[in-house]
């Protein structure tokens, strides 16, 4: 995962993004699929069309919308997944959830099945508070996971993750696979997370 090493500073410090950053604001959407809609061997995010465009629209908005109730100058960075920010420790921060055995942000609400997106500004804010639950005492995702790449002291081995190798490496698996979902699948959280009614999110046509 040498591409992590990269831009390592504006990873850990926003103000590398904007300058005079001063705060984070955090978003996340639930993409959970139907059971009847999900495709064997595919990542149910990859189920829908590219994501990307409509959240970082959706981030300009809400932008806008703090600009005009702020009533000063703010400036903003729209981040959506493609830019070198620590989006999942950022969310965790954030109170949007607590980060898994899996490595996943977990949404005791929302569950796991969601794409985060970021608006750094210049505006001070006062920060939300974590959220302080764990999964710890549950091993399912660790037991379900097929490459073995979840350890169960906490470690991960990403050239064991089936996700990681035929999205990040397109290592097509010989049936096609692409990405694994059964960290998330397997989840108590995921069981009970509401189904994605998001009209934002368009179902490719397979």
């Known amino acids: ?11 850990i410090n926003p103000a590398e993004l904007l300058k005079d950053a001063k705060s984070v604001i955090c978003v996340a959407l639930n993409y959970k699929p139907k059971d009847t ?18 959240i970082k629209n959706l981030l300009f908005r809400l932008a806008d919308f703090i600009k005009d109730s702020a009533g000063v100058n703010v400036k903003f960075k729209a981040c959506v997944d ?19 055995r899996n490595h996943i942000l977990i949404n ?19 920060p939300d508070k974590p959220i302080t639950q764990s999964c710890s005492g549950c091993d399912r995702c ?10 169960p002291d906490g470690g991960f081995d990403a050239n064991r993750c089936i996700s990681y190798l035929t999205i990040e490496h397109n290592r097509r698996a010989d ?3 692409f990405g694994c979902d059964e ?20 179902r490719l046509i397979f």
């Not at 595919?42 to 994501?51: M, R, S």
């Not at 005791?108 to 006062?126: N, R, S, V, W, Y």
């Open 175 to 177: 049936n096609g696979q």
């Open 82 to 100: 493609s830019a070198p920010v620590a989006e999942r420790s950022l969310a965790q921060r954030a109170g949007l959830g607590f980060i898994g």
């Open 1 to 11: 995962m040498e591409y992590m090493n990269r831009n390592f500073q504006k990873r």
């Open 37 to 54: 809609e999900r495709k064997t061997g595919t990542a149910n995010f990859a189920l829908y069309e590219d994501y990307h465009p409509f």
């Open 142 to 151: 660790i037991t379900a996971c097929p490459g073995e790449a979840l350890k």
């Open 183 to 202: 960290c998330l699948l397997t989840c108590p959280y995921n069981s009970i997370a509401p189904i994605c009614k998001n009209k934002n999110f368009k």
């Open 108 to 126: 005791p609400t929302l569950g796991l099945q969601m794409l985060l997106g970021e608006l750094i500004t210049d505006l001070p804010l006062a």
